[in-house]
C-alpha cells in the first residue's frame, strides 16, 4: 500500500459502510482491512449485506482477510466503537435479530440516526425498492449474471494497472456511467429512497444496495449512498465538524466529494 496505508489515523463522529459482500469472491477485503485498521469513529453503521450468504450458500469462501475485517467489526463493538448493523438481502438472515444485540453490535431492519448537523437521518438497505428498478425476474437474472462477468473484468483490467504502478479503477462505474438504462435505475432508486425519507419525516436518507456511491442534496434532503466493497471501495465519514466525506480506499485514498452542513440543527 501507498500513501492510504501509511496516513495517520483520522477520528470522526460516524462512518457508513454497506455491500462489504465478505464471503464473495469478488469483495476488496485488503482494501477494507486497511481503512478500518486507518478510521476511527464513535459511530459505524453497516448497512446492509455486510456478509454474503447468498455467495457462501452457493459455494464456501472465507479466506484470512475476510475473518480478519469481520473480527476487528466485533473488535471496534467491543471497545467502545457503537456498531449499528442494518442487514441487506444478502444477509438477510440477520434481519431476525432486528432490535437486538450480536456480540455487542446492535441490528435492527432500519434506523435512524441523529446527527448534530444534519438532522434525523434514516438508514436503510435499499432492497425494498427492487421491484421499482426490475421489470422482472428475467430481468434481475441477466443483471446478477452481467454483473458477476463486469467484476472478473473489473479484477483483471486492475491486477493490469497495479503492474504498470496505476491506481484502482472502477470498470463497473464507468459502464454504469455510459449506460442510460442504468441511470435511470439509479434515478427511479434515489427517487423511492427520498420518497421513503420524506414519509419518515425525517431529513436524509442512507442507503446502499445498487453500489453507486454518492452524497448529495436532492430537492433539499440530503441523499447518501455508501457504495461496497467489491468495485467502489468507498465510504462515507461524518467529521466533528459536521463535514461529510465520500472517500474512496484502495492503493491511495482520496475523496469523491465533501458536503458541509447546510444549517446548524438544533
Known sequence: MTSAATSTNRYCRAIWLSDLHLGEKHCRADYLLSFLKQHHSDFLFLVGDVIDMQAL??????????????????DK?????????????????????????????????????????????????????????????????????????????????????????????????????????????????????????TNAHVAGVVCGHIHHPELQYLQGQLYINTGDWVENCTAVLEHRDGRLELCHYSEVERPLSRLVPQQTVA
Not at 57 to 74: C, E, K, S, T
Not at 139 to 148: I, Q, R
Request: positive net charge.
Open 57 to 74: 450458500n452457493r459455494r464456501w469462501y472465507w479466506p484470512a482477510a475476510h475473518q480478519q475485517v469481520f473480527q476487528l467489526l466485533v
Open 77 to 197: 463493538a467491543r471497545s467502545g466503537t457503537r456498531v449499528i448493523y442494518v442487514p441487506g438481502n444478502h444477509d438477510a438472515t440477520m434481519r431476525r435479530f432486528d432490535g437486538g444485540l450480536v456480540d455487542k453490535i446492535e441490528v435492527h431492519r432500519e434506523y435512524i440516526y441523529d446527527s448534530p448537523s444534519h438532522g434525523k437521518l434514516l438508514l436503510i438497505h435499499g432492497d425494498e425498492f427492487d421491484r421499482q428498478l426490475c421489470a422482472s425476474r428475467f430481468d434481475a437474472w441477466l443483471g446478477d449474471n452481467a454483473y458477476d462477468l463486469v467484476l472478473l473484468l473489473n479484477r483483471v483490467w486492475n491486477a493490469g494497472r497495479r503492474l504498470f504502478g496505476l491506481p484502482y479503477q472502477s470498470v463497473a462505474r464507468t459502464l454504469k456511467q455510459c449506460s442510460s438504462k442504468a441511470e435511470s435505475a439509479m434515478q427511479r432508486f434515489r427517487t423511492a429512497a427520498l420518497q421513503r425519507a
